[in-house]
């Protein structure tokens, strides 16, 4: 059973910074992409950023050059620091991978979800 856990979100003003993290376990055998998704109350899911295992990035537009995705292989963990945050960043943050399972093939898991909250 393969399981992604999110955690970091909370309450922070307009301008400041958050990381978020999400850690795989279970029985793996290689995470290939993972990536953040995000939505906001009344708006449809939205990717936000990307990661491959060899370490090749990309952004949506809205959080490119505020947003940094990272991952810690090792620790099965990816990354999502959040700097000069807006209001319309506030969302439910949704963590995603693509990962082989021990004796499985490659599928795609998603966390729980993590609140993020900006006030003006």
């Known amino acids: 059973q393969v399981q992604l856990v999110e955690s970091g979100g909370g309450l922070v003003q307009a301008g400041g910074s958050l990381r978020l993290s999400c850690a795989a376990s279970?029985?793996?055998?290689?995470?290939?992409?993972m990536r953040w998704y995000r939505q906001a109350p009344g708006k449809q899911r939205e990717w936000v950023a990307a990661m491959t295992s060899v370490g090749t990035t990309n952004y949506a537009d809205s959080v490119k050059g505020r947003f940094t995705i990272s991952r810690d292989n090792a620790k099965k963990t990816v990354y999502l620091q959040m700097n000069s945050l807006k209001s319309e960043d506030t969302a439910v943050y949704y963590c995603?991978?693509?990962?082989?399972?021990?004796?499985?093939?490659?599928?795609?898991?998603w966390g729980q979800g993590t609140q993020v909250t900006v006030s003006s």
């Open positions: 279970g029985s793996i055998y290689r995470i290939n992409v």
């Open positions: 995603n991978a693509d990962i082989e399972a021990m004796g499985y093939m490659n599928r795609g898991y």
